[in-house]
């Protein structure tokens, strides 16, 4: 009983150990580390094309009891879009079996681009029913947000399980931005096991989506009961320098357990500070 108890420590220590050792060099270094973004330097940007990615408020929101034994788990889909001056593009090197670190590419104006260190991290990440793909690390997240009577947010409750994306250009959604190029120039996500480099990215005015019922678009919201906001991000980690950071998130607000259609919640009341990071929210 004792030798068992203290081999079954051993395991969990080694498991919780292991866990840090990944967490640990799949971390994008401290913001203090890092160089700092040109393209919020009004100087630096006027000479440079720089993405700005958004995020398109969840939709399609559906539970699903399926995907955990006596869990709901509550879906939705999500769009990365980019809306700047030039393509989100990251490209990677590998330094072990399922990683890559990222370098991102800005392109000037008038010819050539630029590298920066932004701390990015390219993720050989298995998708269940498919196969393994390069992804950008942390290029999302999912949150919860429960909310006050007047619909503000005041405690994060759960966040979701995918992190991790192509930066494809695999919807058009936004041809009138210019310079958007009007066919695909990073059509799909790689696939390679032995490559040593990839390039990820999402062009002017197209966007990488994912639909509501994609694995991991979830957050658990098991017995959970009344208002939320069901919160998307892109980039929260910082490792695509932008023209504007602080546009990243948009949500919606749900009522729980979630039924479809109207969800008599309280409209997010106007109070001052205004919320610079997101759209004001609308219910669902
Ligand atoms: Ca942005
Ligand atoms: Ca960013």
């Keep these: 009983m004792g030798y068992k108890f203290t081999m079954l420590r051993s395991r969990i220590a080694a498991t919780a150990l292991l866990g840090m050792v990944i967490a640990a060099s799949a ?9 700092a973004n040109p393209c919020l330097d009004a100087k630096s940007r006027a000479r440079l094309l720089c993405p700005d990615l958004v995020m398109r408020k969840p939709f399609g929101l559906q539970i699903d009891p399926l995907v955990r034994p006596g869990r709901v788990v509550l879906r939705a889909g999500n769009s990365i879009d980019n809306v700047g001056l030039g ?6 090197v590998r330094t072990s079996r399922y990683q890559m670190r990222g370098r991102q590419r ?33 290029a999302a997240r999912f949150e919860l947000w429960r909310l006050n009577s007047r619909g503000r947010r005041i405690k994060r409750v759960k966040t979701g399980p995918k992190v991790s994306y192509c930066l494809r250009d695999l919807k058009h959604t936004r041809p009138s931005l210019r310079p958007s190029p009007r066919r695909m120039v990073y059509p799909a996500c790689n696939t390679g096991a032995a490559t040593r480099r990839v390039t990820l ?15 991991e678009q979830w957050i ?23 023209s504007n950071e602080r546009n990243n998130a948009a949500s919606v607000t749900v009522r729980l357990p979630f ?8 409209r997010r009341a106007p109070a001052p500070p205004p919320s610079r990071d997101e759209a004001p929210g609308t219910g669902y």
Excluded: M
Aim: proline share 12%; glycine share 12%.
């Design 27 to 35: 971390a994008v270094p401290p913001a203090a580390a890092r160089p």
């Design 87 to 92: 393509p989100a593009e990251l490209h990677g």
């Design 106 to 138: 800005i392109y000037r104006r008038r010819r050539g681009r630029i590298g920066i260190k932004t701390g990015a991290r390219l993720l050989f990440k298995f998708v269940p029913g498919q196969q393994r793909y390069w992804k950008f690390l942390h």
């Design 201 to 215: 990215g999402t062009s002017v005015g197209w966007s990488d989506v994912y639909p509501p019922t994609y694995p």
């Design 220 to 242: 658990d919201v098991t017995g959970l009961r009344g208002c939320f906001g069901f919160r998307h991000i892109a980039d929260p980690l910082n490792g695509v320098y932008e």
């Design 259 to 266: 039924r479809p259609g109207p969800q008599r919640c309280a």
